[in-house]
């Protein structure tokens, strides 16, 4: 009997003792699932943020390898961002015009057999340098176009051309001078372009680089010195302009001959 009194004596205690530790430990369990669930979430965020991070940086790189090739094709074709485009859209625009004067027979006969279509669209760009990679002479000299040869190390009816974008052609000026200027009485004598206006000095320009394409000859090179000879031939063929006080835009007729210019022998052009 004494043994049953103990044991029914101290058996709610036990109880109420056990049932209060089972709900400490499942207070417990809550708090280590809250902190092992926010350890979780705190994993989870400093690993997006190191993903964030390491494609950040990825972004980064990628964007310094393309500003990278960028500058390499910058300093490789000799173009100069941003007014390159607006450049070439100037020059496109200026061939277009030039391309127009071969409506007379005597004019298209200056380029020979040069394909004017592939010229413009392959082998015509804007740069800083030459089509062999030299300085241009400076602010005056508008472009320079280099032969292609064939295996037999002769000349063909086609050519590099670069179209210098410090030059006059694009700035409209030659040092402090706007290209009005430039072209004075004298200059425009000594360089055969006559009274034509500076757009059409322009267009010009762009038919002499279309002979020197074409040239398989080479009789029309340019030598040390404006090419006059070229440049009269070109105003009088394309665009009917002589000099002198009566000079007149010549209506085109179908029995046009081309001017002849003398063969020389000259360096380059």
């Known amino acids: 009997m004494a043994t049953e009194f103990l044991r029914n004596r101290f058996a709610a205690p036990n109880a109420q003792r056990n049932a209060f530790f089972r709900r400490e430990r499942q207070k417990q369990l809550q708090v280590s699932a809250v902190s092992m669930n926010l350890g979780l979430r705190i994993v989870q965020e400093a690993q997006m943020k190191s993903i964030r991070l390491q494609l950040l940086v990825a972004m980064v790189l990628l964007a310094g390898t393309s500003?990278?090739?960028?500058?390499?094709?910058?300093?490789?074709?000799g173009y100069k961002s941003p007014s390159s485009d607006d450049n070439r859209d100037a020059l496109q625009s200026i061939i277009t015009k030039a391309r127009a004067r071969f409506a007379r027979p005597k004019c298209t006969a200056l380029i020979g057999s040069l394909d004017v279509d592939e010229w413009a669209k392959k082998y015509v760009s804007v740069g800083s340098k030459t089509p062999k990679g030299n300085d241009f002479i400076g602010p005056y000299e508008a472009a320079r176009t280099v032969s292609f040869l064939n295996q037999d190390h002769q000349r063909i009816a086609m050519g590099r051309t670069v179209f210098s974008e410090n030059s006059f052609f694009f700035?409209?000026?030659?040092?402090?001078?706007s290209t009005e200027a430039y072209f004075d009485g004298q200059k425009r004598a000594d360089t055969g372009v006559g009274i034509l206006s500076v757009d059409k000095i322009l267009e010009l320009i762009v038919i002499h680089e279309m002979v020197h394409a074409g040239d398989?000859?080479?009789?029309?090179?340019?030598?040390?010195?404006?090419?006059?000879?070229?440049?009269?031939?070109?105003?009088?063929?394309?665009?009917?302009?002589?000099?002198?006080?009566t000079d007149h835009e010549e209506p085109v007729s179908a029995t046009d001959n081309v001017v002849p210019l003398a063969s020389r022998k000259l360096h380059g052009h």
Not at 67 to 77: G, P
Not at 171 to 177: A, F, L, M, N, V
């Open 67 to 77: 500003v990278f090739a960028q500058t390499q094709s910058t300093l490789e074709n």
């Open 171 to 177: 700035t409209g000026k030659i040092g402090e001078k």
């Open 216 to 245: 398989v000859r080479g009789r029309y090179d340019d030598g040390e010195r404006p090419n006059k000879e070229l440049n009269s031939a070109i105003r009088k063929n394309c665009f009917g302009s002589y000099l002198g006080p």
